[in-house]
């Protein structure tokens, strides 16, 4: 069954709350990342991110939801997002980013793609593909990185478990509290 228009503007607007936080993750690694060229890789991939958000936005108007709206996600997801955003170490927020958010992302973009009506949901698909592709070139690029820079590629304990928490959780959209 496809998705409704609500259901899509919903997840729109939820998926523009996790871009933008992660683009604010980013822009406040930036500063505190001691390694120059990890500090230009979240640079260039801060002003990625912005664009996602920005396109995600709009996308919300034409979803019968106001400009550029965000949609909070459901607790257990501001958990892991907050939970990212205070890893300390480069090597943490490298692996935290790359290795289990843009792709938990992609594969939640994927399983939207998979039950909206691509002819009557055509602007989200798009969009939603363009932001796929970028996710790959970023996740790329940092695998390049920490090649160049001989970065320790080893699991820790504190990315699977950040893996694990954002698997478990079924939709990233905050359940509806009664009225």
């Not at 604010?24 to 060229?37: C, D, F, I, K, R």
């Not at 039950?115 to 602007?123: G, K, V, Y």
Request: proline share 4%; charged share 25%; net charge negative.
């Amino acid at each position: 069954m496809a998705l409704t228009v609500k259901e899509r503007g919903e997840l729109t607007a939820t998926y523009r709350f996790i871009e933008v936080k992660l683009m604010e993750t980013l822009a406040e690694w930036v500063p505190t990342t001691p390694e120059m060229e990890i500090k230009l890789l979240f640079g260039a991939h801060i002003w990625d991110v912005a664009q996602h958000a920005d396109s995600l936005g709009k996308r919300t108007y034409e979803l019968r939801l106001p400009l550029q709206f965000s949609l909070r996600p459901s607790e257990e997801y501001i958990q892991i997002l907050s939970e990212l955003c205070e890893a300390t170490e480069s090597s943490d927020r490298i692996a935290g980013f790359y290795d289990v958010m843009l792709p938990a992302l992609g594969s939640r973009f994927q399983n939207y793609l998979s039950q909206t009506d691509p002819l009557m949901d055509a602007p989200s698909v798009r969009i939603l593909e363009r932001i796929l592709q970028d996710n790959s070139r970023m996740i790329q690029e940092s695998k390049a990185l920490r090649e160049q820079l001989k970065l320790s590629s080893k699991e820790d304990s504190w990315v699977n478990d950040l893996a694990r928490k954002e698997s478990s959780i079924e939709t990233v959209v905050a359940p509806k509290t009664a009225a």
